[in-house]
């Protein structure tokens, strides 16, 4: 047999080919950072298989590889590189926080950052972790240029308010869309006591990878109808490649109320009234029978009783944190689970929140071509919450008590007999708890048709479940009925459907495009229920079925649903020239049967100079960006029939009766926002960025609640009027001061500047009038309406104000007067700041690590709608604010506070004597943490730990009179406070161990 | 893998389909106003949501009585018959004389009383969807009666008072002949003077009275309408037409007096006494009055106003139950009238009592003895109450009998006006509020006088 030698020779080689691969090899190497500092925990992989290994302590590691095999080392936060294996290497990571090598993400993508055209601000993981609490959107403040956020109160389940770039309307919502991994948020509140609960309460900052805030019409336009306040696209945390880690986090906190107010004690409180009964009613008689009253047997005269009620309602908070995550994944599966765990004590006497949190995101690579996964979360938070502000038991309403009323009665039980219901008996005798529950999720799946044409389905599904049950027993002021129970239930389901495809491709190696078409379906459903029970055997039975008598119920249901198509396109040219459109077509129910659909284009172009050949290689100027956009949004936030005639059911002695409920317009539709954007980026020393933009959004068809004569039997009509503009400048700076090996120092600044102006009303510009506000044309949306105070007549210690009436010549009259009757209201403030700025500085040095936050607003003011009860010199029996002390009492006497004259109505007129300048500047959040270092660290098969202590709020800086700056009635109004809550300062203590 | 393209292409076209269909949903806690008004039971629901707007406890369900009671105090302590305590400051408003334009109890009553003038305009042009005749005839009656109802409130409160005798062309309230159906166009309107709101009224009544039946349940019946013109004319000092009326309601009404004082109020259903009350539900309507006069336990506030010993000194028989008809709130001493014990009970608006004491009134100042004499209609009433009989009556004393018997009812402000009585803030004469004041007279409130540029305000109130 004749052997073919060529067969036998290719067989050898092959096989000694075989032998070369097969054989084993360890390589060895060490990765460090520029600096030289070992990493340990980097992980390395053989490219295109499954070979991985982790660097130890020293950031030594060996890895079976043969030399020439791509190697893929990365570490978090640093820059991934890929190697050519070799023995004994030595791998140099460097920093990732170089803010061009970001990606952001942008409606259905993701988008780097050099490249983009839109204005998006954006905060990760590391910005917000850690923050002692109990809300995301808390964490966000005085970080995101032209992002302002103001926490209501101080309550744990205070809302919170978020206006992107101003305001884009007045009466329809002026909240974001909040998109959570692509599922809009049901964000609606659900609370049945009159102030707010927290839709987003039900996330943990854990398990967030990173916001990103979409602000001008460029990037929200693919929101189209939903977009025009903003978008916040919340993104949770993926695994990556690599060994799995496990972190976990432990966190306890103490909280006070940033400031308390000082009210009367014993001895001013008789001395004011009395002189107050005797200037108004012409003895003390008036006064000291309440006197009597109040102390309730006990010796006023003699002070025995001095109850310091501001006390009583405030109390020291404590917050738990207790969170874990485990994260990793190889080259087809990647995990995310995390858990965590809050209890946060209210700084208000019986306010209270537990949460628990899970989710679990796992992605697989069935396939080259087709990824699927799964994104699924639950969690449960339950809330023991206060009264609304305008309720009698809302704990700080207690201020308004005589300190002559003993707060108990010597058997401990509350003192019933006090000037208002007293909280005490509330808290005693009644609880109000809420229990919110959520399930969000997704599945979703992406197959790739072609190398640059993929086709993604996204199914999500939000159910947002809310019981509330509140029992009051039945010593429980205002009980006549024994005991009372009302318990609600609500569900809000949302389904969402996306399908889109995107296309990605450069051509001829300078054209890159990027398109993105696609649907989504949008179903929202809401039911909710409600039954209240009366006549309790005793104070045990505390659910419905313990009543003898259900005497109310209740039950709804309502629907919404948006139909949209959309698409995107970007075409850049040389990485230089960069171009995107974007359109999107929303229909919804939600508007009348003449205007149900409604189209949003926008449009953005951007230059990056830096990449020209002039500028390439220019070591000072390293970026230099320009960038435009211009787009038209929508604001669809107005009820869901809000263009209906209706008719509502209104019984009459059980009888069936339908009653006039709403007037009706065929043509309401969207508001529309057009919004331009032109902004410059650049870069100097590869230390200092700037972002600079000059933002406008005109909004017409303002979707408004329209006051109506309301003689013709309907007090208002829903109309598209009106013409609003919000413009300003923002400016964010951030820089490495100081990058060497053992100190890094970075600071980031922003400053935002926002005018928020009326252009245009229905009826020929005739003026809307609120309670304490008015929009007027040429004035700053719901700019403050009051009388204007004077001060105080020396001759007689009546309260004055300033006429304001018109003069013949045109002029205002501004004499004053001491009849309130006679005097016209004036524009006399702003609700809303016109300057915003926030400061970031972070410090590392070797294990230490340093960083706080300031954060400042100016050009607001807040209408105190209680100093008609707190702050009028004694007018009736509330205690005052202590600044009533310096009362005009003799001829001749100059001050701001009128004569004290009980009933008098001296000055207890609304006006600007209870408006305030809220300017503040606060440190809002300071952390300071070590890493522990050495040995011991290793042994217990830990990769790092991290003790900190961090602080929110920790000092204000306002010349403000109330109590907080940020603290705002939660019930109603705008720029209102009445008994509200300031917000909490906290000192938390934790650790941070990952393994 | 060509044919898996054209699957994956359908795929997509189906998905980029519109699912418009999607978008047609309805309210499920609402209805189209077409579909409510093109109905015979829409007509109907309407009405019976005309009756649900009065028993609000904005107007009917309590505001409308506490504010006439309120305005015709003193406001000190130490001379007022009933002293309000609470916390509102609407209220406050009302018993120092010192309202506000934006005062909010002000702006209800005037919202929630054009609210069932609409609701009556929209039965009353929209009747010819009900079938049989007699009930459209009834149906009419009914709305006309309700529309009458809340017109005279709002001229009493709102303007200055009826002058007898004179034209009476001082500015009433906006008349609004038809029901409103457009909201979009521009509703100013002035308004119409009081002489002209009166005959509107008047007129309304007696077509009410033709075609009320004589009983309809506890809705508005024929002596409902004929017991409140009988008021109206009073009002207006008509004594004749209103002696007649009275004497109507109280000959063919078939009322009659409860046989005890008490059994008068407080009731769950109406009363053989009861010409026409709002009924009030655990779950339909308010009862406010009980919220301001009663202490918490018995639903109330704690009692907010409360019962002067200046009002019990008016009483000249101690043993008179309705001096008595009070009781003390163990938890804060104050003296509360029982007249108001149930948070759920009705409210009476018209009683018989009132009809014998304008026949009574009328019959002294006509000096005619129509149905009886004055004496003997105000010893009827005394004798019920336990009270010592009079031998001989004046105009004071029938006037004093109105305030022991309806006192908290209602009516204080409305009689010292057409009587022409100051209310003397000191007990001394030295401070007067004429009835003619500005201040008894509460402002058109601001709400409509943003949105109404035809309007006029009431003298003395600035914006």
């Known amino acids: 047999m004749r052997i073919k030698l060529k067969h036998f020779l290719s067989v050898l080689f092959v096989l000694f080919v075989q032998l070369i691969f097969a054989q084993e090899s360890t390589l060895t190497g060490k990765v460090t950072d520029m600096g030289g500092l070992p990493i340990p925990g980097a992980n390395i992989i053989v490219k295109g298989t499954t070979i991985s290994a982790q660097t130890n302590f020293d950031g030594e590691f060996t890895i079976n590889a043969q030399r020439g095999q791509i190697l893929v080392v990365s570490f978090v936060g640093m820059k991934t590189v890929e190697v050519t294996a070799a023995t004994s290497m030595l791998i140099k990571l460097g920093d990732a926080s170089n803010q061009l090598e970001t990606v952001v993400v942008v409606g259905y993508g993701t988008q780097s950052k050099k490249k983009l055209t839109d204005n998006i601000a954006r905060v990760t993981a590391k910005d917000i972790q850690q923050i002692p609490v109990s809300n995301v959107q808390n964490a966000l403040v005085g970080k995101l240029a032209g992002v302002q956020i103001t926490q209501t109160n101080g309550k744990v389940d205070g809302g919170i308010n978020i206006r992107v770039r101003g305001a884009a309307s007045i009466s329809a919502g002026t909240q974001p869309l909040y998109v959570l991994d692509g599922i809009p948020l049901v964000t609606t509140n659900e609370s049945s006591n009159g102030a707010p609960t927290n839709p987003l309460l039900t996330l943990s900052p854990n398990e967030i990878e990173s916001i990103d805030v979409l602000k001008d019409a460029s990037s929200a336009a693919i929101y189209g109808a939903r977009g025009a306040n903003g978008v916040v696209l919340i993104t949770t945390k993926r695994g990556k490649e690599g060994k799995g880690t496990f972190s976990i986090n432990l966190s306890q906190g103490v909280s006070q109320a940033t400031n308390k107010r000082k009210w009367l004690n014993a001895d001013q409180y008789i001395e004011l009234f009395t002189e107050a009964s005797i200037n108004g009613l012409g003895d003390a008689a008036e006064a000291e029978d309440t006197f009597e009253f109040l102390a309730q047997g006990t010796d006023w005269r003699n002070r025995e009783v001095d109850t310091d009620w501001q006390d009583t309602a405030f109390q020291d908070g404590y917050n738990t944190d207790a969170d874990f995550s485990v994260s990793g994944g190889d080259a087809k599966t990647r995990y995310f689970f995390s858990g965590a765990y809050n209890n946060t004590t209210g700084i208000i006497n019986s306010n209270a929140l537990e949460r628990i949190t899970a989710r679990s995101n796992v992605s697989h690579k069935i396939s080259d071509r087709f990824t699927a996964g799964m994104n699924l979360s639950f969690s449960r938070s339950q809330i023991d919450r206060v009264q609304d502000d305008n309720s009698f038991t809302t704990p700080l309403q207690a201020v308004a008590q005589s300190p002559l009323s003993p707060a108990r009665l010597a058997d401990g039980t509350a003192n019933p007999n006090t000037l208002y219901a007293n909280y005490l008996l509330a808290i005693d005798n009644a609880f109000w708890k809420t229990l919110m529950r959520r399930v969000t999720g997704k599945v979703y799946g992406e197959f790739k048709i072609l190398p640059s044409l993929k086709a993604n389905s996204d199914f999500s599904y939000d159910l947002l479940s809310q019981t509330e049950d509140a029992w009051s027993g039945r010593n429980t002021p205002f009980m006549a009925t024994d005991g009372e129970v009302f318990a609600t239930s609500v569900n809000n389901e949302t389904y969402i459907y996306s399908n889109y495809l995107t296309f990605d491709k450069t051509f001829g190696e300078k054209h890159d495009i990027n398109a993105v078409a696609g649907i989504e379906f949008n179903k929202f459903n809401r039911r909710f229920q409600s039954v209240t029970s009366i006549y309790f055997p005793n104070d045990s039975f505390q659910t419905v079925d313990g009543g003898a008598e259900v005497n109310a119920g209740s039950g709804n249901e309502t629907d919404y649903t948006f139909v949209s198509q959309f698409g995107r396109l970007t075409y850049s040219f040389a990485d230089k020239y960069i171009f995107k459109a974007s359109i999107r077509r929303d229909g919804s129910s939600r508007f009348g049967k003449n205007e149900r659909f409604g189209t949003f284009p926008a449009f953005s172009a951007g230059w990056i100079i830096s990449e020209e050949s002039f500028l390439k290689d220019n070591a000072t100027l390293t970026f230099l960006k320009l960038k435009g956009s211009w787009g038209k949004l929508g604001n669809a936030e107005l009820g869901n029939f809000a263009s209906r005639q209706l008719f509502g059911s209104n019984p009459y002695n059980l009888k069936s009766g339908l009653s006039f409920a709403q007037a009706g317009n065929d043509n309401l539709t969207w508001e529309k926002s057009t919004q331009i954007d032109f902004g410059v980026e650049f870069g100097l020393l590869n230390r200092i960025s700037v972002e600079a933009d000059y933002y406008r959004k005109n909004t017409n068809g303002l979707l408004f609640s329209v006051p109506l004569s309301i003689s013709s039997g309907a007090t208002s009509i829903n109309q598209n009027i009106g013409e609003v503009q919000s413009s300003g400048v923002e400016f964010t700076l951030n820089t490495k001061n100081i990058d060497s090996d053992n100190l890094k120092w970075n600071t980031s600044f922003n400053i935002t500047t926002n005018e928020s102006e009326v252009l245009s009303m229905p009826n020929n510009n005739k003026d809307i009038v609120g309670t304490f506000t008015i929009n007027r044309v040429g004035e700053n949306i719901s700019s403050f309406y009051l009388v204007e105070y004077a001060g105080v007549d020396p001759a007689n210690g009546d309260a004055l104000f300033v006429k304001n009436t018109l003069n013949t010549d045109g002029s205002l009259d501004k004499s004053t007067t001491n009849n309130y009757a006679t005097a016209k209201r004036v524009i006399s403030g702003n609700p809303f700041p016109t300057l915003m700025a926030g400061l970031t500085n972070t410090i590392n040095y070797k294990g230490i690590d340093f960083s706080f936050t300031f954060q400042g607003e100016w050009g607001a003011s807040i209408y105190n709608s209680a100093g008609i009860y707190q702050s009028v010199a004694a007018d009736y029996f509330d205690n005052q604010t202590i600044d009533q002390l310096d009362r005009w009492q003799n001829p001749g006497d100059i001050t701001n506070v009128p004569q004290a004259r009980l009933y008098g109505s001296n000055g207890t007129g609304a006006s600007t004597r209870f408006l305030d300048k809220s300017d503040f500047v606060r440190l809002r959040n300071l952390t300071l943490g070590y890493s522990l270092s050495g040995n011991a660290i290793k042994e217990l098969g830990m990769t790092s730990v991290r003790l900190y202590a961090t602080g929110v709020n920790l000092l204000t800086f306002t010349n403000y009179s109330g109590y907080d700056p940020e603290a705002r009635r939660d019930d109603t109004g705008i720029g209102e406070e009445f008994y509200s809550t300031p917000p909490a300062r906290t000192i938390a203590l934790g650790v941070n161990i990952n393994f | ?463």
Request: proline share 3%; net charge negative.
């Open chain 2, 1 to 463: 893998m060509k044919s898996n393209k054209l699957i994956l292409i359908i795929l997509f076209a189906t998905f980029f389909a519109s699912c418009d269909s999607e978008l047609e949903i309805d309210p499920r806690q609402n209805e189209d106003a077409t579909v409510t008004l093109s109905t015979e039971s829409g007509i109907m629901n309407i009405l019976t949501g005309a009756y649900a707007i009065a028993a609000d406890g904005d107007v009917y369900g309590g505001r409308i009585l506490t504010s006439a009671d309120l305005l015709a105090q003193t406001g000190i302590t130490a001379t007022t018959d009933f002293r309000w305590r609470g916390t509102f400051a609407e209220c406050r408003q009302m018993y120092s004389k010192t309202m506000l334009v934006n005062n909010g109890f002000v702006q209800q009553i005037y919202t929630r009383n054009y609210q069932i003038i609409n609701a009556a305009n929209t039965v009353i042009e929209n009747v010819d969807k009900v079938q049989d005749p007699a009930k459209r005839a009834t149906m009419v009656a009914e709305a006309t009666f309700l529309k009458s109802l809340a017109y005279f409130d709002l001229v009493r409160f709102y303007a200055k008072p009826y002058e007898a005798g004179q034209a009476n062309s001082q500015l009433g309230v906006v008349i609004r002949p038809n029901a409103i159906y457009d909201f979009t166009i521009d509703l100013a309107k002035e308004r119409s003077t009081v002489s002209e709101v009166y005959a509107l009224i008047i007129t309304g009544l007696n077509l009410a009275y033709n075609d009320l039946p004589e009983e309809n349940s506890f809705y508005a019946d024929k002596y409902a309408a004929k017991a409140l013109l009988a008021r109206v004319y009073l009002q207006q000092g008509n004594y004749p037409a209103a002696r007649d009326a009275a004497h109507e309601v109280i000959e063919n009404s078939g009322r009659t007096l409860s046989t005890k004082y008490a059994n008068a109020f407080n009731h769950d259903v109406n009363q053989s006494e009861d010409i026409f009350a709002i009924q009030i539900t655990k779950q339909t309507g308010e009862n406010e009055v009980t919220n301001l006069y009663a202490s918490e336990n018995n639903g109330g506030r704690g009692g907010d106003i409360e019962i002067r010993s200046n009002y019990l000194n008016k009483f000249t028989d101690p043993a008179d139950e309705r001096r008595n008809f009070n009781y003390i709130n163990p938890d804060n001493g104050r003296r509360l009238t029982s007249k108001y014990t149930n948070q759920f009970g009705d409210v009476q608006l018209m009683r018989l009592a009132e009809m014998y004491l304008i026949r009574a009134e009328a019959n002294f100042r006509e000096g005619t003895f129509l149905g009886n004499t004055p004496l003997t209609d105000i010893n009827l009433l005394r004798t019920r109450a336990n009270a010592a009989n009079f031998l001989t009556v004046n105009l004071a004393s029938i006037l004093r009998e109105r305030e022991l018997e309806l006192a908290m009812e209602g009516f204080a402000i409305h009689d010292l006006k057409r009587t022409k009585r100051s209310i003397d803030v000191f007990a001394d004469g030295s401070k007067l509020i004429p009835y003619n004041d500005n201040t008894l007279v509460f402002p058109i409130p601001l709400r409509e006088m943003d949105t109404n540029s035809k309007i006029t305000q009431n003298p003395g109130y600035g914006s």
